[in-house]
């Protein structure tokens, strides 16, 4: 009986090294293949401050268009509250 | 007179075993733990009710023909419950903590020594008379060190369904202890210096990475752990699904309504498991204590490795963060997060806990994997 713990005891060790080391390497494989994948994709995040310079003009166009707008609407109530009173 | 004698027969009263009310007790100590103490009530509620109805005479809820039996064939037997769970949390799960800082997949690996150094103690146990743990045996107990409660329920099916009721019940009581077991070993292994350490904000993570990665984590595991590919490919379903944007009803409802359909009916098979044969032995004990040792082990790796990388990286990392290695999300996170400000009361951990926490459920998964793929089944 001692003899056959024995020998399962042993079995045990070895899948400790063996399992904490493939842990370790899978684990570590995917943080290599993160890495790369951010290289190749996640260019995203500093390129989308780079693409906001641009499209400035655009928001001022646009500001431009809102604050006419936001006059008219205001006109509109107003002119609606001076009717109402 | 005769028929008072027939109806006294089919009284639960008179066929009692001790054995039966004991269990009873047991189920409904989870259910006070679940309803009074908020232990993960979500599964100890099904379960502790679960083990009440087995126990029940006469009405045999638990044995060929009665419907814990079914749940438990269809649900768990095959081991369906645990991989629709699983992808419940991959829905649920957000890797952009993770994606930001990758080396974090290192404290997930770490704190998975707690899974093998207690499949060497649950061999060791067996030099104790009354104990004898097969390597089967021995694996399915040690998986409760991933704090994983699918993980541990799919993995105890497939090895050890003989011990299963008493590995899930350890498995979900330890993961509500997270935030008593954990703090005094975090404060034991770090010095107040470290515990103050503020990191570095995370840099924002794109939808298109968010979407690559879980499709990159299944190749992985295609090419190197097939093993793994049932607990780790639902994961992975679950968080394209998140992920992609176009699929946003089958999102919420793997984190919504499946996952909660699924987790009744998995507590009420778990709970069939409890039935005094099977749980009032001595290898139950052995189990729970053996789920505590390898819960530790974890956290006391996870927090040692995080030091080590705060060591080479000129004192970066904080090393708590290396607790939430083992997985409990996000339970593991709150505590880091918790300890953290106990130090230094304007450090926010929480997200950069984040990323040893779900670095903690693929550990386990894999681990789960290698475990299968190693050790035979009985048969």
């Given at each position: 009986?001692?003899?056959n713990?024995?020998?399962i005891?042993?079995?045990?060790a ?5 399992g904490?080391?493939s842990?370790?390497?899978?684990l570590?494989?995917l ?9 190749l ?21 646009k ?23 | 007179?005769?028929?008072?004698n ?21 189920g409904?100590?989870l259910?006070?733990l679940?309803i ?20 029940i ?8 023909g009665?419907?814990l ?6 649900g ?7 991989l629709?769970?699983?992808?419940g949390v ?18 997930g ?35 409760i060190?991933?704090a ?21 019940v350890?498995?979900?009581?330890y ?16 010095n ?20 690559i990665?879980?499709?990159?984590v ?6 190197f ?9 639902m ?11 176009v ?5 919420k ?20 498991k ?5 749980f009032?032995t001595?290898?139950t ?14 956290t006391?790796c ?16 904080n ?17 880091v997060?918790k ?8 450090n ?17 998964a894999?681990a ?12």
């Amino acid at each position: 009986m001692e003899n056959n713990i024995g020998s399962i005891l042993l079995e045990a060790a070895n899948l400790l090294l063996v399992g904490m080391v493939s842990v370790f390497l899978f684990l570590g494989l995917l943080i290599v293949c993160i890495n790369l994948m951010s290289k190749l994709v996640g260019g995203d995040a500093p390129a989308s401050t780079s693409v906001k310079t641009p499209s400035r003009t655009r928001n001022v166009q646009k500001n431009v268009k809102d604050d006419k707008v936001v006059a008219a609407i205001s006109a509109a109530v107003h002119q609606y509250r001076q009717d109402h009173k | 007179m005769e028929g008072l004698n027939i109806l006294w027969e089919s009284t639960g009263l008179a066929n009692f075993q001790w054995a039966q009310i004991v269990m009873m007790l047991v189920g409904l100590g989870l259910l006070y733990l679940a309803i009074s103490k908020k232990f993960e009530p979500l599964l100890l509620l099904p379960i502790g009710f679960g083990a009440v109805l087995t126990n029940i005479p006469v009405a045999g809820l638990a044995e060929p023909g009665g419907l814990l039996y079914y749940t438990y064939q269809i649900g768990i037997g095959s081991g369906i419950f645990p991989l629709l769970i699983f992808m419940g949390v991959g829905a649920m799960t957000d890797f952009g903590a993770l994606i930001a800082n990758p080396k974090m997949l290192l404290l997930g690996a770490a704190a998975q020594t707690g899974i093998f150094a207690t499949l060497f103690g649950a061999i060791l146990l067996n030099f104790i008379p009354g104990f004898d743990f097969t390597l089967a045996d021995a694996s399915a107990i040690a998986i409760i060190g991933g704090a994983d409660g699918p993980t541990a329920i799919f993995l105890a099916s497939k090895l050890a369904p003989d011990l299963l009721g008493a590995i899930a019940v350890a498995a979900y009581s330890y993961m509500a202890l997270v935030p008593i077991i954990q703090p005094p070993i975090m404060k034991a292994l770090t010095n107040e210096k470290e515990r103050k350490i503020v990191m570095e904000q995370l840099r924002p993570v794109s939808a298109k990475e968010k979407m690559i990665f879980p499709l990159m984590v299944l190749m992985g595991t295609i090419l190197f752990l097939p093993a793994a590919t049932p607990l780790v490919g639902m994961f992975c379903l679950g968080n394209l699904m998140r992920e992609c944007g176009v699929v946003d009803r089958l999102s919420k409802t793997a984190q919504n309504e499946l996952i909660n359909i699924v987790t009744i009916f998995l507590g009420l098979s778990v709970g069939s498991k409890l039935s005094a044969e099977e749980f009032l032995t001595v290898e139950t004990l052995g189990i729970l204590a053996l789920g505590a040792v390898a819960f530790a082990i974890g956290t006391a790796c996870g927090v040692l490795m995080a030091k080590l990388m705060s060591k080479l990286s000129g004192g970066k990392i904080n090393p708590l963060i290396g607790a939430a290695g083992v997985s409990a999300v996000p339970m593991a996170a709150r505590v880091v997060n918790k300890v953290g400000l106990e130090a230094n009361p304007h450090n926010f951990l929480l997200m950069h806990a984040m990323g040893p926490n779900v670095a903690g459920v693929l550990g386990s998964a894999v681990a789960a994997g290698i475990l299968l793929a190693l050790v035979a089944p009985p048969l």
